[in-house]
């Protein structure tokens, strides 16, 4: 299971953090991202993590602005968002990848959390 919390309404230029606590599941053994869904869009990657947190990837609306991490003490996924735009709200999804390759596409992915939703008000 994937808890994702963190949501909420900010303004544009303001942070929220995001987490993701996963329960269920052998943490060391899943490759970790992030999405976002706007209304009426696809889903759109944010941000991966490798299983041992030594290598992220980006999505290119995002790359210098979010940073993603991982706590193995608490199983959980971070995902830090600066410089916000409004082009950033969006419904953000947790996801898990088993195995050693980064999630980057809806399909890629075995387990999704529920979305917490991002308002980001110019």
């Known amino acids: 299971q994937l808890q994702a919390s963190g949501g909420g309404l900010v303004q544009a230029g303001g942070s929220l953090r995001l987490s993701c606590a996963a329960s269920?599941?052998?943490?060391?053994?899943?490759?970790m991202g992030w999405f976002r869904q706007a209304p009426g869009k696809n889903y759109e990657f944010v941000a991966g993590i490798s299983r041992f947190g030594l290598s992220t990837l980006y999505g290119d609306s995002v790359k210098g602005r979010f940073t993603i991490s991982r706590d193995h003490t608490t199983y959980t996924v971070h995902l830090q968002m600066n410089s916000l735009k409004p082009e950033d709200t969006a419904a953000y999804y947790c996801?898990?990848?088993?195995?050693?390759?980064?999630?980057?596409?809806?399909?890629?992915?075995?387990?999704w959390g529920k979305g917490t939703q991002v308002t980001v008000s110019s």
């Open positions: 269920g599941l052998t943490f060391s053994r899943y490759c």
């Open positions: 996801a898990a990848k088993l195995g050693q390759d980064i999630p980057t596409s809806y399909s890629d992915v075995d387990y």
